[in-house]
């Protein structure tokens, strides 16, 4: 799976942009720091699934993963539907 999700992530840069309301820059930074992450964890990820086994190393990593995407979740869903008074057309976040 993630061979494959791995080429869609530079299509996100404009949903990222539009969203966090960041300049390309900023997106292509995200998109940079992703792949330095996922670069950095190859050798250990590798180490540790020949220790341990694939199909063990994945299963747990999936459930880590999707714990983590339902602790961003929850904070995330109150932080964007915060009312904004800035005039239109502010490229600047409400905080």
Request: proline share 7%; hydrophobic share 45%.
């Amino acid at each position: 799976m993630n061979s494959t999700l791995r080429f869609f992530i530079p299509v996100l840069i404009p949903l990222l942009v539009s969203t966090l309301h960041i300049t390309v820059y900023m997106g292509s930074l995200l998109i940079t720091a992703y792949w330095v992450g996922y670069t950095i964890f190859q050798i250990p990820a590798g180490i540790i699934s020949d220790r341990v086994g694939v199909s063990k190393v994945a299963k747990i990593s999936f459930i880590l993963m999707a714990f983590s995407f339902s602790l961003f979740h929850f904070p995330g869903y109150e932080a964007t539907n915060r009312r904004c008074d800035k005039p239109p057309g502010c490229r600047n976040p409400c905080i």
